[in-house]
């Protein structure tokens, strides 16, 4: 199986899939709204290993202060078989400079490690998989983006149980350390996420905070990174780190329970697609944003601001969005295109209110696919919905 996924990476760093390469700025795209599937030579040569970058000496929350909105280059790192296996093109600095144009000032970065370790004795991290990574999260500080990069879609190994913890601790610690000691001397504006939802999939309460035992676990594992991360020393020394909840679930008793390691430099990650039936559902419960769709955005902020903004914690919101609800494009203007418009202008102000900076959960599919949250046209740098790109900045004007 190790062999299978090795595979797939290689071929897929062989055979390349660009984005926005079209020179007169047509998609290269079959029509499928997703992603291209036309192959070419890399652009880019064998990054740097490190760019030397300022700590700026902020305190955390003087650093989220900084932020304004971000974006995640989802489906991508965190696919399983490699960065185009899920249908998304190659990520080209074009496509980073064109996000960051647009206003959007951070970027997440989703990573999955475990299926590049080269062996499972040492855990070592596959060579070209790490320089891959580094060369996209060049991109961004190409562009003086904040970055965060995190372990991504690892659930099936890191089990955050009593019982099992000891067992993970090992391949976890070795991981992150590689990490940090790749990116050591990247100034304050390059983040690290130590977990993606962490739960027990299928487990009791799984995406509203697990049992005690689970949560009991993750402080656990959290403590665990930081500590790792703090070991490689240098920039890595004073370096803001997330932590989360579990299943970065905004839930009392996930929220409560958890355990903030003593350092000065800690943001507590969060995710919240709000309200679930509007900003997941096609239409069957919830279509149209009206006042209830309101008051859902204002509980789950309130509830953020009571166990941690009040408390001076400083929160990012690592993913929020809401599915494409355009069903019939014939229709032109669609009322529909503009539920998401009203939404998603009512939560970032909300989140504004409290200083939190959201991310986009952007997985590259617009028209079709699983899961309709892609904004971006990553084959030809344009904004499948510029009016809710354009309702985002103006949050922030």
Aim: hydrophobic share 40%; net charge negative.
């Amino acid at each position: 199986m190790k062999a299978t996924k090795i595979t797939a990476l290689l071929l897929s760093l062989a055979i390349l899939v660009s984005g926005c390469a079209s020179s007169d700025g047509e998609s290269e795209s079959s029509g499928s709204g997703s992603a291209s599937e036309t192959s070419s030579t890399p652009a880019e040569s064998t990054p740097p290993v490190s760019y030397a970058g300022e700590m700026r000496g902020l305190s955390v929350k003087e650093l989220v202060a900084d932020m304004k909105t971000g974006w995640n280059l989802g489906n991508t790192f965190d696919a399983n078989e490699g960065e185009t296996s899920w249908g998304n093109p190659l990520t080209t600095h074009e496509m980073i400079d064109a996000v960051a144009q647009a206003g959007f000032d951070l970027i997440r970065i989703p990573v999955t490690w475990e299926q590049h370790f080269d062996n499972e004795t040492d855990y070592t991290i596959n060579a070209e998989w790490m320089a891959r990574v580094t060369e996209v999260v060049n991109y961004a500080v190409d562009n003086d983006m904040y970055v965060i990069i995190n372990c991504h879609h690892e659930t099936d190994w890191i089990k955050p149980t009593m019982d099992e913890v000891d067992s993970v601790l090992p391949k976890f610690t070795a991981m992150w350390k590689q990490i940090a000691e790749n990116f050591k001397e990247y100034g304050d504006k390059l983040l690290f996420e130590g977990l993606n939802e962490p739960r027990i999939v299928g487990g009791s309460n799984e995406w509203n905070g697990g049992t005690a035992d689970n949560r009991q676990a993750l402080n656990v594992l959290n403590k665990a990174f930081v500590d790792t991360v703090r070991a490689t020393g240098g920039n890595n020394s004073t370096r803001a780190l997330l932590i989360t909840t579990v299943a970065a679930a905004v839930a009392e008793s996930a929220m409560k329970e958890l355990e903030i390691p003593d350092d000065p430099n800690i943001i507590i990650s969060l995710h919240a697609y709000t309200p679930y039936d509007f900003t997941y559902e096609d239409g069957k419960d919830l279509f149209y944003y009206d006042d209830s769709v309101g008051s859902s955005i204002d509980w789950v902020f309130n509830l953020i601001d009571t166990f941690f903004t009040s408390k001076d914690i400083p929160v990012i919101i690592t993913e929020y969005g809401s599915v494409n609800k355009i069903i019939d494009f014939s229709v032109v203007p669609n009322p529909r295109y503009e539920e998401n418009v009203k939404w998603v202008t009512r939560y970032l102000e909300r989140a504004k209110q409290s200083g939190i900076p959201c991310v986009w959960w952007d997985n590259g599919y617009h028209f079709s696919g699983n899961e309709l949250f892609g904004i971006f046209d990553r084959n030809d740098c344009t904004w499948f919905a510029p009016d809710l790109v354009e309702a985002i900045m103006n949050v922030y004007k």
